[in-house]
């Protein structure tokens, strides 16, 4: 028979194995979502990758409580100059995408 305290810490175990997986699937996510607004942008996504930045609780538009995450991605319009965004989500939807100020290249 197992002891509370073994079926206490399967479940933490539990939990943090799941939180793991949704964020690695969420992160993929936003990789994804850089990739397709800097493709559309004319821009080059740098690394490939994205950065967690911030993490927070908030309600969704549907009022259920869900996990906010705000990742950082660096792009680049000629491969000279790095530049910064971020990405907001909540749960797996897109809030917004920010970036500085970059230079156009003339063509």
Do not use: N
Request: positive net charge; glycine residues 8%; charged residues 20%.
């Amino acid at each position: 028979m197992l002891s509370l305290s073994v079926v206490i810490f399967l479940a933490i175990a539990a939990v943090i194995f799941a939180f793991w997986w949704q964020s690695d699937k969420i992160k993929r996510l936003t990789v994804a979502y850089a990739r397709r607004y800097c493709r559309h942008r004319g821009l080059q996504l740098l690394d490939q990758t994205t950065v967690l930045r911030g993490i927070w609780l908030s309600r969704d538009e549907d009022g259920f409580l869900a996990v906010g995450r705000r990742y950082q991605f660096e792009f680049s319009t000629t491969g000279e100059h790095r530049y910064s965004g971020g990405i907001s989500v909540l749960g797996t939807k897109l809030v917004a995408v920010k970036t500085e100020a970059y230079a156009i290249p003339a063509d």
